[in-house]
């Protein structure tokens, strides 16, 4: 029942099925799971409800919940849930016979997303999220109706976990269009209660050569992002929408695709996608702007520091909605630094080795989505007027910038130690402590920038470099 049958009339693969048992749910599910071989999760035992995961060789995972029939009927059950679309069942134990109460199968066809009854909302105001990414999902229009529904409703959002909060919000951004779907729910006036952070950047203006306020630039900026990425995946379309700017990004990082693809299917959390996190970024990219904004004396907008107010924001929101750690620092890097490409592009000029290691050392493997932030961001600044120097000039800082982690990263990134700590201590007569581990990073990056390449060189620069900074002279250089 529910989106499996869904799926089913919309002839698309599934991998989530939900079943209704009159009664003995958890019991029964769980015989089930043990037939099977899977893992089986208690859901909610108050509402008798569980899940099994049975996972195939191959590693795809198909989820199967379980629940009682809530009501006296399949159809008082199927009236308590939140779309038409999603309130259709089908008996397993008779003659396959569609039980659609509410007309979902006519909406479907129709392509309109319906509130299953007037409670709906306030009944689970998730459902709000919920209808927001069904719509964009399955290309549905939401009927007045339930428009109107959605903004009586709004207000108990706050009321929502944020956990649950969370999960749809990263569902979104890891379906189709994400960008459609929050500029929907900015316009249904759920986005204040969600991420009003992004809200807030409506109406903010931005001087030349950003040609949209803040908040239609930071969508256009994901929605470039999954350009981007779609033009270098495996499963790209050469014939569709390429121009000059794609063409000449496909040039000239396309040879990348065999990193990018494996970098990004890396899970930071399981139960969220490396990507959405990317693209939640992407989002907030901007989010400092309205705070950080000012008027120079020839009257141009500047968004000074606003990278870092951003990433201030995004590690209050990130923890609100109770990413993890490990999460919340990332994402925070990856605003902080969004600019550091740019920057980084000179006319006729690459990035020096200097640059590049000290870009990576700050950023570690989080450069890699940054320097794809950037390129999203370039094109969504400029849109139709995007200068094709500068374009040229920042694919090629970027290329140069993957081409240094990737290709050369024993040479520019982290080269082999030459001297250890101990070999400082016993060669200078000097004690543990911060003045060792800042002296071995200068040499690592006199190694990265080719003007150490020995012990002896090491050892000349240590001692050059505690002379100059701390008037120290060893009693032990020879």
């Known amino acids: 029942m529910g989106g499996g049958v869904r799926d089913a009339l919309l002839n698309k693969t599934t991998h989530d099925l939900d079943f209704v048992l009159t009664r003995d749910s958890q019991e029964s599910s769980r015989k089930i ?3 099977l071989n899977a893992a089986y999760y208690p859901l909610d035992d108050k509402r008798k409800t569980a899940r099994i995961i049975v996972s195939t060789p191959e590693g795809q995972r198909q989820f199967l919940d379980f629940a009682e029939l809530r009501g006296n009927s399949i159809e008082d059950d199927l009236r308590a849930r939140d779309f038409t679309i999603n309130a259709m069942a089908l008996p397993i134990s008779q003659e396959l016979e569609l039980i659609d109460p509410l007309g979902g199968a006519k909406d479907l066809i129709n392509r309109k997303l319906r509130a299953c009854s007037i409670n709906s909302f306030l009944d689970d105001p998730i459902r709000i999220i919920r209808a927001v990414r069904q719509a964009v999902a399955f290309q549905l229009s939401i009927v007045p109706e339930t428009k109107y529904l959605i903004s009586e409703s709004n207000l108990r959002l706050p009321g929502v976990s944020r956990e649950r909060v969370r999960d749809e919000i990263f569902r ?3 379906g189709p269009k994400p960008e459609t779907a929050i500029n929907i729910l900015s316009v249904l006036g759920a986005l204040d ?16 050569p950003h040609f949209q306020d803040v908040y239609h630039h930071s969508l256009q900026t994901v ?3 999954n350009e981007i990425f779609h033009l270098l995946s495996p499963e790209r379309d050469p014939e569709n929408g390429m121009n000059w700017a794609s063409g000449y990004l496909s040039v000239r990082l396309s040879r990348f695709r065999k990193h990018l693809i494996p970098h990004f299917a890396k899970q930071i959390n399981p139960d969220r996608t490396h990507w959405s996190l990317t693209l939640f970024a992407a989002l907030y990219h901007d989010s400092g702007k309205p705070i950080a904004s000012s008027l120079s004396e020839n009257g141009k907008i500047r968004f000074l520091n606003h990278e870092n107010v951003g990433a201030a924001l995004i590690h209050d929101r990130t923890r609100e909605l109770k990413l993890s750690n490990i999460e919340i620092d990332w994402l925070g890097s990856l605003v902080k ?7 980084l592009t000179k006319e006729g000029k690459l990035p020096s080795r200097r640059a590049v290691y000290r870009f990576f050392r700050d950023c570690g493997e989080r450069g890699v989505d940054i320097c794809m932030i950037s390129l999203a961001d370039i094109l969504a600044a400029f849109g139709p007027t ?5 374009w040229i000039c920042h694919v090629n800082t970027i290329n140069h910038l993957l081409e240094s982690w990737w290709e050369k990263k024993s040479e520019y990134i982290s080269p082999e130690k030459l001297i250890t700590g101990n070999d400082l201590m016993m060669k200078f007569d000097l004690k543990a402590g911060p003045v060792i581990g800042k002296l071995l990073s200068e040499i690592q990056e006199g190694q990265a920038i080719g003007e150490i390449n020995d012990k002896e060189s090491a050892y000349k620069f240590a001692n050059g470099w505690l002379v100059e900074n701390y008037g120290y002279i060893s009693s032990n250089t020879g």
């Open 33 to 35: 799971a043990n037939s």
């Open 172 to 174: 979104i951004l890891e």
């Open 193 to 208: 209660y969600i991420l009003p952070e992004i809200s807030q950047l409506r109406d903010v203006p931005q001087s030349e």
């Open 223 to 225: 929605s470039k992002l």
């Open 337 to 343: 630094n969004h600019m550091r490409p740019l920057y």
């Open 386 to 390: 995007l200068d094709k120097d500068l």
